[in-house]
C-alpha cells in the first residue's frame, strides 16, 4: 500500500478524494467508488500500489493508437479496479474484481521493474490500460516518471473520468491518451456505466490542450448510443475541438452484462465512419473489422494511401517525418519511419 494522491481531509477522519470527477467522500475505514483507495484513518490508501494484475507487450495499434508510432511495441500494464461500471466492460473480470468478488490481487512489481520489463521486451512506451489507470494513479505517475528518464514513452487507455488535477500531476510524463467517449448521452453514461458525459468532453479539450497526442474510441452499441442524430453530435464535437483526431469507431460483442444486444452490424460502423468524415474529420477508422478498409489510413487532403494494417498489424507505412509523400500535406501525429 501506499498514501494516494490528490485528495483533502475533512472533519471526523473523512476525506474527498480529488483523483477522478466523482469526487468521493470516504468515511474512515470505507472505500471509494473505485474499491482500492481506502480511508485508513484519514489518510487515503492506495491499495493496489505495484499490485499488477496484467502485463503484456502489445502492439501498439491495439490501444488503439493509429497516429503514435505505429508499429511499435508497448509494454502494457494494469491493477485492477475501475471507477466506472460500465455493462459492457470487456475486461470485467478484473476492472471489477474489488466490487463484484470483494478481492484485490496481484503481483507485486515495483515502478523499476515495470520499466526493466518494457526494456526487456523492447517496446519503445508503458501503456497504463486494460482497468482504469486513474484509480492506481501511483503506480502510474512513479512508473512514467522512471520511464520517460529511459527513453520511454507513457500512454494512458482511459474513460477520461480524472480530474484536470490528476492530469496537471501526470501531463509532463505523459505522451499520448486513448480515450473512450462511450457515447454523447448524459442517460446513457448514467444507466450505462454509473458516470456523467461533461467531465469525459473536458478532459478531452484538456488532454488537447496540454499537447498531449489523443484518439479517441467509441465502442458502438446497437439501440444505445448508435442513432445517427447522436453520433453526428459526437463527431461534431471531436470535430470543432481538433479535426486531426483520430476517431475509433468500434464494433459490439455482448459480454458481461450486456448480452441481450447483437454484435453491431459491419455496414452500421461503415456508417459511423461517413459520419466522422461528413463531420469535418480527417482520421476515422474502424474497430473489430479485420481486413476493412477502414483499418487503413489515408492521406486527409489527397487520399492517398499510407499505412496499411490488417487487425493489430503494420504491413506498410509510407510515411516519412509527418509529410504526406504525395502531395506534402502534414499528417497529424507522433511518427518514426518503420524500420
Given at each position: 500500500m501506499k498514501e494516494a494522491s490528490l485528495y483533502d481531509r475533512m472533519e471526523n477522519e473523512k476525506i474527498r478524494c480529488r483523483l477522478c470527477n466523482h469526487r468521493c467522500v470516504v468515511k474512515p475505514g470505507a472505500r471509494g467508488l473505485c474499491g482500492v483507495r481506502e480511508n485508513r484513518g484519514g489518510t487515503l490508501m492506495s491499495l493496489v500500489y505495484g499490485k499488477i494484475i496484467?502485463?503484456?507487450?502489445?502492439?501498439?495499434?491495439?490501444?488503439?493508437?493509429?497516429?503514435?508510432?505505429?508499429?511499435?511495441?508497448?509494454?502494457s500494464i494494469a491493477t485492477v479496479g475501475c471507477n466506472f461500471r460500465c455493462t459492457f466492460c470487456q475486461n470485467a473480470d478484473i476492472s471489477q474484481m474489488p466490487v463484484d468478488q470483494n478481492r484485490i490481487v496481484g503481483e507485486d512489481m515495483s515502478p523499476e521493474e515495470i520499466v526493466r520489463q518494457a526494456l526487456r521486451y523492447g517496446a519503445q512506451s508503458i501503456s497504463y490500460t486494460y482497468t482504469e489507470p486513474t484509480v492506481y494513479f501511483e503506480t502510474a505517475?512513479?512508473?512514467?516518471?522512471?520511464?520517460?528518464?529511459?527513453?520511454?514513452?507513457?500512454?494512458?487507455?482511459?474513460?477520461?473520468?480524472?480530474?484536470?488535477?490528476?492530469?496537471?500531476?501526470?501531463?509532463?510524463?505523459?505522451?499520448?491518451?486513448?480515450?473512450?467517449?462511450?457515447?454523447?448521452?448524459?442517460?446513457?453514461?448514467?444507466?450505462?456505466?454509473?458516470?456523467?458525459?461533461?467531465?469525459?468532453?473536458?478532459?478531452?479539450?484538456?488532454?488537447?490542450?496540454?499537447?498531449?497526442?489523443?484518439?479517441?474510441?467509441?465502442?458502438?452499441?446497437?439501440?444505445?448510443?448508435?442513432?445517427?442524430?447522436?453520433?453526428?453530435?459526437?463527431?461534431?464535437?471531436?470535430?470543432?475541438?481538433?479535426?486531426?483526431?483520430?476517431?475509433?469507431?468500434?464494433?459490439?460483442?455482448?459480454?458481461?452484462?450486456?448480452?441481450?444486444?447483437?454484435?453491431?452490424?459491419?455496414?452500421?460502423?461503415?456508417?459511423?465512419?461517413?459520419?466522422?468524415?461528413?463531420?469535418?474529420?480527417?482520421y476515422v477508422y474502424t474497430g473489430n473489422v479485420p481486413g476493412d478498409e477502414g483499418e487503413n489510413t489515408f492521406c486527409h487532403n489527397c487520399r492517398t494511401p499510407l499505412i496499411e494494417r490488417l487487425g493489430f498489424r503494420v504491413n506498410w507505412n509510407r510515411i516519412a517525418d509527418g509529410i504526406c509523400p504525395e502531395c506534402g500535406a502534414a499528417v497529424p501525429g507522433v511518427w518514426q519511419e518503420i524500420h
Open positions: 496484467a502485463g503484456h507487450c502489445d502492439p501498439i495499434e491495439k490501444k488503439p493508437l493509429f497516429h503514435f508510432f505505429p508499429g511499435t511495441r508497448s509494454y505517475a512513479d512508473t512514467a516518471r522512471i520511464a520517460v528518464s529511459k527513453g520511454l514513452k507513457n500512454v494512458f487507455v482511459s474513460n477520461g473520468y480524472m480530474t484536470r488535477d490528476c492530469l496537471e500531476e501526470i501531463h509532463p510524463d505523459l505522451h499520448a491518451a486513448n480515450v473512450d467517449l462511450k457515447a454523447f448521452s448524459d442517460r446513457f453514461y448514467k444507466e450505462q456505466c454509473g458516470a456523467r458525459l461533461k467531465p469525459v468532453l473536458d478532459t478531452i479539450k484538456t488532454m488537447r490542450e496540454m499537447g498531449v497526442w489523443l484518439e479517441v474510441t467509441t465502442l458502438l452499441i446497437p439501440g444505445l448510443n448508435d442513432s445517427q442524430e447522436e453520433l453526428k453530435e459526437l463527431a461534431r464535437f471531436l470535430a470543432e475541438t481538433d479535426p486531426g483526431i483520430p476517431w475509433h469507431i468500434s464494433r459490439f460483442h455482448p459480454t458481461y452484462r450486456l448480452t441481450d444486444r447483437p454484435m453491431t452490424p459491419i455496414q452500421s460502423v461503415r456508417r459511423a465512419r461517413d459520419i466522422g468524415y461528413e463531420a469535418g474529420l480527417q
